[in-house]
C-alpha cells in the first residue's frame, strides 16, 4: 500500500483517479482549492478511511510523508483558465515548484499532468512527443499553455539539478461524467445543449479537428506511467489517435440523443488549434498502452450521466 498525493483531486479527472488508486488498496490525500473541482465529485469516497480530504492551494507550500504525487492542480477548459489567467500561471508553476520541492524532500515519485496544448496550434501532425510545438506567448490562451510548459521545464530541472523521480504525460481532450455541466469544454457543451434542446454552438467553421480520450483510459495510461521504472521519465503523449472534426461531433451526439438542437456559429476563439491528434506509440511501446474506448462508448456513458445531472437541478 502507497501514500498518494493527489493535487487537484477533486476535479474531473482528478476524482477519477483518486477512485481507482483506492480500488487498488492505496492510502489517497486529496488535495483541492475547489475552483472547479466538486466535493460532490468524491462524496462517495468521504467514508473510505483510506481516503483524505485537504482544503488547499498548491500555490503555497504543502507537505505530508507521501510515496507518490500526482500534480493536477489547474483549471482545464478555456473558459476556466481565463478567467483569472495570472492565478492559471500561479498555479501550474508555483504548483510544480511546491511539488517537486516536496517530492525533494520526501524522495517521492512525481507525475505532471501535462498537456497537448504544449504543442499549441500544431505544424506536425499527428503530434510526437519530439515536436517543441507551435505557441503564442502573448496571446489568451498562454496562460495555460506556457504555464504548462514552464512546469515541464520545471520538472526537468528539479530531476536533472537534483535527481527527483519525475513522469511528465501530455494528456489530449479528455472528457467522461463529472465534467461540470458548465465546464465550457466542447464534449460537455455539446451533451448539455443537445440535452436540453437549446442551439449547439460550433465554434468557427467545425472544420478544427479534435481526439477525445475517455476518463477511463486516461486513468489506466497515467497510472502505468506512474509504475515505469526509474529511465522512463517521459514526456508521453496519453490520447485517443481517433480523430474528428468538431462539426462531426455535434452530429454525433445529436444522434446519439434524438436532440432537435440546431447548430449555430460563433466566432472561433482566438489561437484556438486547428488540428490535434496524438502519435501514441511511445505510449504503446514503454506503457504497452493504448486507448480501448472509442467515441460512441464513451459519450454514450457520458451523456447517461449528464441526463442524470440534469434531473437533478
Ligand atoms: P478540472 O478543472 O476538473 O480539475 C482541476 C482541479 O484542480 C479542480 O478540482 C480545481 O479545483 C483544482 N485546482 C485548480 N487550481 C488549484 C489550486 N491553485 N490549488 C489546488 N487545486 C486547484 O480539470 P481536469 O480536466 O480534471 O484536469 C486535471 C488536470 O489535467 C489539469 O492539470 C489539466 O491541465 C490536465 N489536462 C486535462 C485535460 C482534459 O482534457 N481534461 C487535457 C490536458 C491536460
Ligand atoms: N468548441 C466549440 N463549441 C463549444 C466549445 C468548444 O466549437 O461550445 C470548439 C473549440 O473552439 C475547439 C474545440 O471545440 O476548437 C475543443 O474545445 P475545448 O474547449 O473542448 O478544448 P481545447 O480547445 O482546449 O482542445
Not at 185 to 213: M, P, W
Request: proline share 5%; hydrophobic share 35%.
Amino acid at each position: 500500500m502507497k501514500r498518494i498525493l493527489v493535487t487537484g483531486g477533486a476535479g474531473f479527472i482528478g476524482s477519477h483517479l483518486c477512485e481507482y488508486l483506492l480500488g487498488q488498496g492505496h492510502e489517497v490525500i486529496c488535495l483541492d482549492n475547489y475552483f472547479t473541482g466538486r466535493k460532490a465529485n468524491i462524496v462517495h469516497l468521504l467514508s473510505n478511511p483510506y481516503f483524505e480530504l485537504v482544503r488547499h492551494d498548491v500555490t503555497t507550500p504543502y507537505f505530508a510523508e507521501v510515496d507518490e504525487i500526482y500534480n493536477l492542480a489547474c483549471p482545464a477548459s478555456p473558459v476556466h483558465y481565463q478567467y483569472n489567467p495570472i492565478k492559471t500561471v500561479k498555479t501550474s508553476v508555483m504548483g510544480a515548484i511546491n511539488m517537486l520541492g516536496l517530492a525533494k524532500r520526501v524522495k517521492a515519485k512525481v507525475l505532471q499532468a501535462s498537456t497537448s496544448e504544449v504543442y499549441g496550434d500544431p505544424a506536425v501532425h499527428p503530434q510526437v512527443e519530439a515536436y517543441w510545438g507551435n505557441v503564442n506567448p502573448i496571446g489568451l490562451r498562454s496562460c495555460y499553455d506556457e504555464g504548462k510548459r514552464c512546469a515541464e521545464t520545471l520538472f526537468m530541472d528539479y530531476h536533472r539539478q537534483n535527481g527527483v523521480r519525475i513522469k511528465i504525460i501530455r494528456i489530449f481532450n479528455t472528457y467522461g461524467p463529472r465534467m461540470l455541466m458548465n465546464d465550457g469544454r466542447v464534449v460537455s457543451n455539446f451533451i448539455v445543449q443537445a440535452l436540453k434542446g437549446e442551439d449547439i454552438t460550433i465554434y468557427g467553421d467545425g472544420s478544427q479537428t479534435r481526439s477525445f480520450q475517455y476518463i477511463d483510459d486516461l486513468v489506466a495510461g497515467m497510472t502505468r506511467m506512474m509504475a515505469t521504472d526509474e529511465s522512463f521519465i517521459g514526456p508521453v503523449n496519453i490520447g485517443n489517435p481517433h480523430e474528428f472534426t468538431i462539426l462531426e461531433l455535434a452530429e454525433k451526439v445529436i444522434a446519439m440523443t434524438g436532440s432537435a438542437s440546431k447548430l449555430i456559429r460563433k466566432p472561433l476563439p482566438s489561437d484556438d488549434p486547428t488540428q490535434r491528434r496524438p502519435d501514441i506509440r511511445l505510449a504503446k511501446e514503454r506503457l504497452d498502452w493504448e486507448p480501448h474506448i472509442q467515441l460512441e462508448e464513451g459519450l454514450k456513458k457520458t451523456i447517461a450521466y449528464f441526463e442524470q445531472q440534469l434531473k437533478t437541478i
